[in-house]
């Protein structure tokens, strides 16, 4: 059950009462920061381009740089300041502004994204939707953990849990199968539902169209989150899990292709995980093969893995690297340079880096996303649970 259901909803109380500014809370952040990078894998370095994104859960999308406010699905700018200074706290949702007419502020709490300025107290379009925010005090590192469960709950759009919501126009059941994990631990499962209700294929076919062994166990495990084994899904998965099945000296196991390579380790851990969260007998043995995707699932079954060369990439791909780390119980990710954002993906073969440009045209360029929901739910994971 959810970790976090019954805490508080965390509204700002620091900065709200004046006992610390936003410079000060900018400072708290960043010697966190540093700690948390000394401890695990140090950075990644982004581009040198400040901005923050509002719009967390289903709520409307809005991206701040340079004193604009953005509308993410018009381009447009829907307000605009002439600033002598800003400051983003990415760990209180907040971008305090100094200008001519006096001090403004944007920040997202529980119920919406509010702005503030001299005369005006009021919430932004398309935003009066909840979330839930809990500020993970008793962890060693809260602040990190709120900026990644931001980047977790910015991503999730009208078409579900996107890896992001600039260069993806779908979910994914790799991601949005860990994205589900984070939420289902912060009490916003309720985001996904709707999504998750409406799955009706076994496979999300992103990749290049391929039909993927593991999304069998992955839609299966997400289907236990919303409804039960009666699901319409549910007998279509198992129809198609018959083609898959492969006989070793073990026993059956599940053997295809996960990003172009047979994974058969990784896609029977994710069949027997998502078999026995609906419910449903499971026939399946791990086999005992080298696989290198085997320490990218740390959820169960540690036992079933035999050493060798882990896909434990830290660079385009970091997520990899963070899950071999979970599994192996080793600090040697990174996370990026930046206060904001901490996660990314780059060069990956079925993303459309134009959609960057919004943010600026260095991501595009690069052929970089940030933030990234797959990334982000590994470090998220790691850490929390890492009590």
Request: charged share 25%; aromatic share 12%; glycine share 8%.
């Amino acid at each position: 059950m959810a970790a976090f259901a019954m805490i508080a909803l965390w509204f700002l109380a620091d900065w709200q009462s004046g006992t610390s500014s936003p410079g000060e809370l900018l400072a708290a952040y960043r010697a966190e920061l540093d700690a948390f990078r000394s401890e695990y894998g140090g950075t990644r370095e982004l581009p040198d381009v400040r901005f923050f994104l509002f719009g967390m859960g289903d709520r409307a999308k809005y991206v701040y740089r340079d004193g604009r406010l953005i509308d993410v699905r018009t381009g447009s700018v829907i307000r605009e300041w002439t600033i002598s200074s800003d400051i983003i706290v990415p760990p209180e949702y907040l971008v305090a502004l100094e200008t001519a007419a006096g001090p403004v502020t944007i920040r997202e709490r529980a119920d919406a994204v509010w702005i503030e300025e001299p005369g005006g107290y009021a919430a932004l379009d398309g935003t009066r939707r909840p979330v839930a925010l809990p500020d993970f005090s008793g962890h060693r590192y809260p602040r990190v953990l709120r900026v990644l469960h931001q980047e977790l709950l910015y991503n999730i759009n009208d078409a579900g849990p996107v890896p992001n919501v600039f260069v993806y126009p779908r979910p994914w059941y790799r991601d949005g199968a860990m994205v589900a994990i984070a939420l289902r631990e912060t009490g916003n499962i309720g985001l996904l539902r709707s999504w998750i209700a409406g799955l009706n294929d076994p496979f999300d076919r992103n990749n290049g169209g391929e039909t993927e062994a593991d999304n069998l166990g992955q839609a299966l495990f997400l289907i236990s989150l919303a409804s039960d084994k009666n699901h319409p899904l549910v007998s279509k998965v198992l129809a198609e899990s018959a083609r898959f099945e492969a006989v070793g000296k073990q026993g059956r196991f599940i053997k295809g292709r996960s990003d172009f390579a047979e994974h058969p380790v990784y896609q029977t851990k994710w069949m027997k995980y998502g078999l026995r969260a609906v419910g449903l007998p499971d026939p399946y043995t791990v086999p005992a093969v080298p696989d290198s995707y085997s320490a990218l699932f740390w959820m169960d079954f540690k036992d079933e893995y035999i050493p060798g060369h882990d896909a434990d990439d830290r660079g385009e791909y970091p997520y990899l690297g963070w899950a071999c780390d979970h599994f192996h119980r080793t600090r040697r990710s990174p996370i990026s340079n930046r206060d904001y954002p901490l996660t990314w993906e780059e060069r990956a073969s079925q993303a459309n880096y134009e959609g960057m440009r919004i943010v600026s045209p260095v991501y595009t360029a690069r052929r970089l996303a940030a933030p990234h929901t797959w990334h982000a739910a590994e470090v998220f994971l790691y850490l929390l649970l890492s009590r």
